[in-house]
């Protein structure tokens, strides 16, 4: 079994952590910091509650007052990667926790930190409350950001104020309306920067959520102008990809379903022991006079505890199948248990999904 994220927060880590901080503060309270983060129940504590356990260490040994506190925390981040810490360090990302919750009163001094942190250990989750308190202001900043040097700010431009980043706090105001966000994608459509294309493609994926028009508009305007924009451009539809809008299959050329023609789609086994696998296979076949692209995907309706079934989506392949050609597809969906999914015994669904539209669905049964 894989370690628990949770766990590289471990003692030494802490000490790590503690010895880069003495270096430059050899007053510092270690018994103190340690007296809190390591309280009876830190064991019990989930990743997310041992970060803030830390930022409460953090709390008992830095000044009440923002305005001092930030040059102690912007020196810190400075000897932790003279101690070697390497860039993009996800473990740090407890100190713009600190500024999240100890910064929003300085909003310039906030933007300063977040700028030379970000650098190190990203602020997406932290900065979001400032978003919120200060929509124009924060906005005003990002734009800036979006034409910063570093990619990691460029980045942050982008990753902070994703209308649905995952696991953060929601903005509602950009799942609402979007436009603010607009133009900073504009400026990073064509970043050099693969982490930073990255993040505009998210952002545009979770404004086609709210916004599917939206993104819609952009692809028209992106789409084919250059092969990172469209690369950009076909990972933030994927949304709208899976949910078949006929808009975007047109865009990317796929064939229309009426030249399709699915034959023997069928399950290998009727019944599936968890820990096994269901296996199914079909056959396709392109009627057209030209060659026709395929996107192939299945969907599993998994059973839930009310009986009704929950749809996901998972992507087989994209090909280009010759006039007249006809392909044979075989293909298994492993059943194990994982976090994110919890099994109901009993009949559950498998469709196929050609170029989005649904062709066929099947019954098995699923044992525990």
Known sequence: ????????????????????????????????????????????????????????????????????????????????KLDGAKENSFEYMFIPEYVEKHGLDFFDLAMNSFEFITQFTSCEFAIRPYIIKYPEKSMQQMLLWSKHSHPNVRRFSSEGCRPRLPWAMALPAFKKDPSRILSMLENLKSDSSLFVRKSV????????????????????????????????????????????????????????IKDLKVHKFVLKNSKVIMGENLEFEFEIENTSKSNALLRLEYGMHFLKKNGSRNLKVFKISERELDKNQRIKIQKNHPFKWISTRVYYEGIHQISLIINGITIGTKEFKLEL
């Open 201 to 256: 493609a998210n952002n545009l994926n979770d404004i086609s959520k709210d916004n599917p028009e939206t993104l819609i508009q952009i692809a028209y305007q992106w789409y084919g102008n250059h092969t990172d924009t469209n690369w950009i451009i076909k990972h933030a539809c994927r949304t709208l990809l899976k949910a078949g809008n006929p808009e975007i299959m047109k865009l990317f050329g796929y064939a229309n």
């Open 1 to 80: 079994m894989a370690e628990p994220l949770k766990n590289i927060y471990s003692e030494s880590f802490i000490d790590n952590f503690l010895n880069s901080w003495k270096k430059f503060d050899s007053t510092l309270d270690i018994i103190k910091f340690k007296s809190v983060v390591f309280s009876n129940d830190w064991e019990s504590l989930e990743l997310k509650e041992r970060m803030s356990r830390i930022v409460e260490g953090m709390e008992c040994l830095l000044p009440d007052d923002f305005s001092k506190a930030s040059p102690i925390l912007l020196r810190l981040v400075r000897q932790i």
